[in-house]
């Protein structure tokens, strides 16, 4: 047996892992590797591999840097199953085809710069269309947690809890080449204790184990600290009479967002202000949630059963319209919009930056403080030459997204530790260690000067992709 790590290695994004074995080849993951765009665009293309030659792929969870190149595999000649976790054969329905709407509108852009510059440059071309997109979600199969399903000769599977996005799942790969062995590959890990989903599991009696170490040797912080940290924010801006801009990813951190805004509410500690969903995708995903009682906690599961929902309580408005988005930029209420589109967000930054009376980081190094608003916002550029567009940040396919620090996103390193182990808790240096030795996270650090407010962020600060992991 053979593992080809050909995505997400030295890097984080484009997570592809090839098993071969005598009697069959399975494919785990087809992300999409995100970085500068002319880059990204000959990585995304050149998949490494023959897909004719796969007989069955896995996929872990939803997010683009893992599921994002399925339809140019399909386009390119796979016709085998894709087997994922419900959840996320909903989500990569909207997800995937909201990829491949982006990277037509990125083309038809980079295309007219092409033409307006008479530069000596072949026209792009987006990677897959939405027929593609449609064609891939036809090859998927669907397989709830926790049930052995055999997907090629000698290879069987089991999904397990990863707590990291809605569907997300740890797979185990009972492999029988000319011996048995137990591949256990995590996907992206989340976090214990965190909202709407159950912890993360650990599944025993793994000869090998394929481990995400997106975060490195970082620590988040304590989950505990964030709804007093949000609950002062949200006075501070209210008193103020002003905006409280939260970028989230769409999926997964939005809800959690609007989960421990609705804890607030409950205690009292939510001032009287509306708090707006300004998002098409995160509100598609919203409704992908509601429709997935299956992978939520116990907590969450009682919550439901009220009248106060974490998707739909008083004051809670959701906002896919652009002249809706465009009303509430020009409102002057004190509100809380969360946001993840790039485009709507910028308006928004630039419509109330530099303010007084918004969000804005208020302490130095206090992580709920630096996720709200980042200072002089400037307007979404538009024009420019060709070669500074192709050097952007933004790769084709990915939203752009804001980093959010108010609820920590996957696994970090005390808790890959843990989790490898035994499930005890407690950071463990060696992996501490290993994670940062293979942890690349480029531009990370000059990030956080512009979070803590040491540099003058540019345009790209505002609208870089802090990855979707
Ligand atoms: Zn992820």
Not at 53 to 68: C, Q
Not at 128 to 144: F, G
Not at 178 to 193: A, E, F, H, P, Q
Not at 285 to 299: G, N, V
Request: glycine share 8%; charged share 25%.
């Amino acid at each position: 047996m053979h593992i080809d790590f050909i995505g997400a290695a030295q890097t984080v994004t484009g997570s592809k892992h090839l098993i071969r074995t005598k009697h069959a080849n399975v494919l785990l993951d087809c992300g999409m590797f995100q970085g500068r765009r002319r880059e990204s665009v000959e990585r995304n293309k050149n998949l490494g591999f023959d897909p004719a030659a796969l007989d069955a792929v896995v996929l872990s969870h939803a997010h683009i840097d893992h599921s994002g190149t399925l339809p140019l595999l399909v386009k390119q000649g796979y016709q085998g199953p894709i087997y994922t976790t419900p959840a996320t054969r909903d989500l990569c329905a909207v997800m995937l085809e909201d990829s491949a709407v982006i990277q037509a509108a990125d083309a038809r852009y980079i295309n007219k710069a092409i033409d307006r510059d008479h530069a000596d440059m072949e026209h792009v071309e987006p990677l897959y269309s939405v027929d593609d997109v449609v064609r891939t979600l036809q090859q998927v199969i669907a397989v709830p947690y926790h049930r052995w399903m055999t997907i090629a000769r000698g290879v069987k599977i089991m999904f397990h809890d990863a707590g990291h996005v809605l569907g997300s799942a740890v797979t185990a790969l009972d492999i029988d080449d000319d011996t048995k062995k137990r591949i256990v590959y995590t996907g992206d890990l989340g976090r214990k204790n965190m909202p709407i989903l159950r912890d993360p599991e650990v599944v025993d009696g793994a000869d090998m184990l394929i481990i995400e170490s997106t975060y490195g040797d970082r620590l988040h912080g304590p989950i505990d600290a964030v709804d007093d940290a949000l609950a002062a924010v949200l006075a501070r801006t209210y008193q103020r009479g002003g905006k409280v801009i939260i970028p989230s990813f769409a999926l997964e951190r939005a809800q959690e967002v609007l989960y421990a805004i609705r804890g607030l509410r409950k205690q009292g500690r939510m001032p009287p202000m509306p708090v707006y969903v300004d998002s098409p995708l995160t509100v598609k995903i919203t409704d992908i949630f509601k429709l997935h009682p299956e992978c939520y906690d116990a907590e969450m599961r009682a919550l439901l059963q009220g009248k106060d929902t974490p998707f739909e309580f008083e004051g809670l408005h959701y906002i896919s319209d652009t002249e809706d988005s465009k009303a509430l930029d020009a409102s002057k209420e004190a509100s809380v919009i969360i946001s993840a589109s790039g485009g709507r967000q910028e308006h928004h930054l630039h419509r109330r930056l530099p303010g007084a009376a918004h969000a804005r980081p208020a302490h130095r190094g206090t992580p709920p403080a630096r996720a709200n608003v980042r200072r002089r916002a400037r307007p979404p550029r538009r024009g420019g030459d060709v070669q500074r567009l192709l050097r952007t940040r933004r790769s084709a396919g990915p939203r752009r997204l804001h980093r959010s620090r108010v609820l920590a996103g996957p696994a970090q390193a005390g808790h890959l530790g843990a989790w490898r182990a035994d499930g005890s808790e407690g950071a463990d240096r060696e992996a501490r260690r290993a994670g940062a030795a293979q942890c690349a996270r480029p531009g990370t650090r000059h990030l956080d000067r512009v979070l803590t407010g040491k540099r003058r962020p540019t345009r790209f600060d505002l609208v870089r992709c802090a990855r979707v992991s």
